[in-house]
């Protein structure tokens, strides 16, 4: 069955960087154009989108609070997809997830998430 499994959260301090991993498992990047997006929550917060791409393409966004610190790519490869985080900043603190748009703005294939805890 189709699942994404978001990995490499940690302890970081401001300032400092991360490097998370998602793969994917039950499709192949090579096969298909798929478009796989990172989310995040924070307690207390609404989960929020800021981060997609396009795995053949190689298109990306970014929302703008990310925008500059945060790198989005991929190894199709190895069907994974990577968010690079430099520049941590508190407010960075959240869970972060990987998901798969299966259509417009519609993402699911939602896992465990990875915890991401940035110190002042």
């Known amino acids: 069955e189709v699942q994404l499994q978001a990995s490499g959260g940690g302890l970081a301090q401001t300032g400092g960087s991360l490097r998370l991993s998602c793969v994917a498992h039950?499709?192949?990047?090579?096969?298909?154009?798929?478009?796989i997006g990172w989310f995040r929550q924070a307690p207390g917060k609404e989960r929020e989108g800021i981060a997609s791409i396009s795995t053949n393409y190689g298109s990306a966004y970014y929302v703008d609070s990310v925008k500059g610190r945060f790198t989005i790519y991929t190894d199709n490869a190895k069907n994974t997809v990577y968010l690079q985080m430099d520049s941590l900043k508190p407010g960075d603190t959240a869970t972060y997830y990987c998901?798969?748009?299966?259509?417009?703005?519609?993402?699911?294939?939602w896992g465990q998430g990875t915890l991401v805890t940035v110190s002042s």
């Open positions: 998901v798969k748009r299966v259509g417009g703005t519609a993402y699911d294939y």
């Open positions: 039950g499709y192949t990047f090579a096969e298909r154009n798929y478009v």
